[in-house]
């Protein structure tokens, strides 16, 4: 969540730089050119217009932490401020530049944004969102670019783009809207460059897909499925269509193994992703994205402090309900649900952060891969519980739908109030008014981290929920450590499967073959490279100890009336 310290209205103009001459004077404009060395991009100037405070002090902000990135401002350079009086004083923070000027002075703030990581975006344990500045392209998030003064009152910009080379095409959320405020320009994404860019008008409002690169499935293919999700989740969250853009950058694959990964920028999603990913992963994590335009953001804020806490509401219910709307539309099929679903149990189960304390994610959430999941998953678990007690308790005449639209309803007139109620907060409101007050269970199994067990009965006419007694999974090395280190093997157990298999510290990992994380009786395969040589490492995951896992079981040999009655009770209908 960025902290909002200037209500500010960006006016986005999209064209050359008459446009803003022609434009009404504003105290403050923005706008990016890129730069190009002999027909190669090598930096994106973007220049600042505004009048500075009446006091004659104005304090500058630079990009800085976000996303899991520090010290943003590296990619900021060749940084000039002028005006009437300006005097920029001794830097103590390189994060922001504090100014002295005459009184509402007309101020210029210059720089360049380059990319401060070498390379083409490669595929990771981490998105990359620092900015990308290719010599044919460029992909920047607005909060790792832009500079912006932190005024006392409200101010108002206009943005624009001028000097684009023939044949680029751009592509930005910031051309959604006539007025922007600070959160839409700093949640902002911006490309240029050779992508495509597809439209689909429709009943889910002007979407537009921009991507680049080769992959698995057509432009034309993606677009429709993605036009599908958003209209389904405007139906469902009974919102008036919307504009939306998905930018879609495809990322070098040098090991063959596959990422996938991005964030929601509020009315558009900035996807990551190798060349080996098929449409139906995408539509998963686009799904997820898609419906953080309403979780948390039109159900309650984010704590302005250690969000993580709250992740299990904003990740976990997000996942609950992207899963739950792709069944609902016919995108996924029970069988799709029921591996997510069991995907989820397996990694939750097996978990070696399972049972830590909420306090645990605040701490390591950007460190720990297994504790960044940890939210991701109690929350999903969380939503199916409490979605099977208000449909209890009320005889099914109320779920879990009813419980976040009425949280939707009553965020609505206070969403733009100076502290606006937490999304945590505006939720239990509303779970209380439906009859079921949470926090207990708040307190039980997010906060301490007791575990949470499915009913057997979860699913009705799906199956059962079984639980079983299995040894534990072991990848028989550490995997956070493995991933740190560049995908190179470290920590490996020498009472292990995997040491017993062959594996050893220093060999690269390629890709994953085979497995089931969090499922022992699946074997593991992994695709090494040994010192120059590339061979594949096969054992069965099992550690010395035997831990409880829950899986969703199938009624087996469903006919067509039952396969619909599952999907209906698992799309909530």
């Known amino acids: 969540m960025i902290t909002r310290i200037l209500a500010a209205a960006i006016v986005c103009v999209i064209g050359a730089a008459s ?121 920047l998030m607005g909060g790792a670019i832009f500079i ?7 101010a ?55 991507l680049r690169g080769n992959w698995q499935f057509s432009d034309d293919e993606l677009a429709d499925k993605i036009a599908r999700i958003v209209t389904s989740h405007n139906a469902f969250w009974h919102d008036p269509p919307e504009r939306y853009l998905v930018t879609l950058l495809q990322l070098k694959n040098p090991g063959g193994g596959r990422s996938l990964g991005g964030t929601g920028r509020g009315d558009a999603f900035a996807f990551f992703a190798t060349d080996n990913n098929d449409d139906s992963s995408i539509n998963r994590v686009l799904a997820h994205e898609h419906i953080h335009s309403w979780i948390p953001r039109r159900i309650g804020a984010m704590p302005a402090t250690d969000e993580a806490r709250d992740y299990w509401l904003s990740e976990g219910f997000t996942d609950f309900y992207a899963f739950r709307l792709l069944v609902r539309d016919g995108i996924w099929t029970v069988e799709q649900f029921t591996d997510t679903l069991n995907e989820t149990l397996a990694a939750y189960w097996s978990s070696p952060v399972r049972n830590a304390p909420n306090s645990r994610i605040v701490a390591d959430f950007w460190t720990a891969r297994s504790v960044q999941e940890l939210p991701y998953q109690r929350g999903n678990l969380m939503a199916l519980i409490w979605d099977k007690r208000l449909r209890e308790a009320s005889g099914g ?37 439906a009859h079921l007050n949470p926090a207990a269970d ?119 009336a039952g396969r619909a009655a599952c999907a209906k009770r698992v799309g909530g209908v």
């Not at 937490?422 to 008014?433: C, E, G, I, R």
């Open 19 to 139: 446009a803003l001459a022609d434009s009404a004077p504003t105290p403050g404009r923005y706008q990016l050119t890129p730069v190009m060395t002999h027909g190669a991009l090598t930096a994106v100037a973007i220049e600042l217009r505004f009048k500075g405070e009446a006091d004659g002090k104005t304090t500058l902000i630079l990009p800085n932490e976000w996303g899991g990135e520090s010290q943003l401002w590296h990619a900021i350079t060749d940084l000039k401020i002028s005006g009437d009086g300006v005097e920029v004083q001794p830097v103590t923070n390189p994060a922001q530049r504090d100014i002295k000027h005459t009184p509402n002075a007309d101020i210029t703030v210059s720089y360049r944004v380059i990319q401060d990581v070498p390379g083409e975006p490669a595929g990771g344990p981490h998105n990359p969102y620092r900015p990308i500045v290719q010599p044919g392209y460029f992909h």
């Open 148 to 154: 912006y003064p932190a005024l006392d009152g409200g």
């Open 156 to 210: 108002t910009a206009t943005f624009a783009v001028r000097g684009l080379p023939r044949g680029w095409r751009f592509a930005s959320d910031l051309e959604h809207k006539t007025l922007l405020t600070l959160d839409d320009l700093t949640e902002s994404v911006l490309v240029a460059g050779d992508f495509r860019v597809v439209s689909r008008p429709g009943l889910g409002g002007f979407l537009r897909l921009a």
């Open 397 to 433: 005449a109320r779920d879990l739908d009813d419980v976040m639209l009425d949280a939707k309803a009553r965020f609505a007139p206070v969403h733009n109030a100076k502290d606006a109620p937490h999304a945590v907060d505006v939720f239990a409101a509303a779970m209380q008014a």
């Open 442 to 560: 708040i307190a039980r199994y997010i906060e301490n981290g007791e575990s949470i067990s499915l009913p057997a009965d979860m699913f009705g006419p799906c199956g059962n929920v079984a639980t079983l007694d299995l040894p534990e999974f072991t990848r028989g090395f550490d995997p956070d450590k493995s991933t740190a280190a560049g995908n190179v093997v470290t920590g490996t157990d020498p009472d292990g499967p995997a040491y017993a298999a062959g594996m050893r510290d220093g060999m690269k990992l390629i890709k994953r073959e085979s497995g089931k994380p969090g499922d022992s009786r699946v074997e593991l395969a992994y695709l090494v490279d040994d010192h120059g040589t590339r061979r594949t490492i096969r054992y069965k995951p099992e550690g010395k100890k035997r831990v409880t896992l829950q899986e969703l079981q199938l009624t087996p040999g469903l006919d067509e």
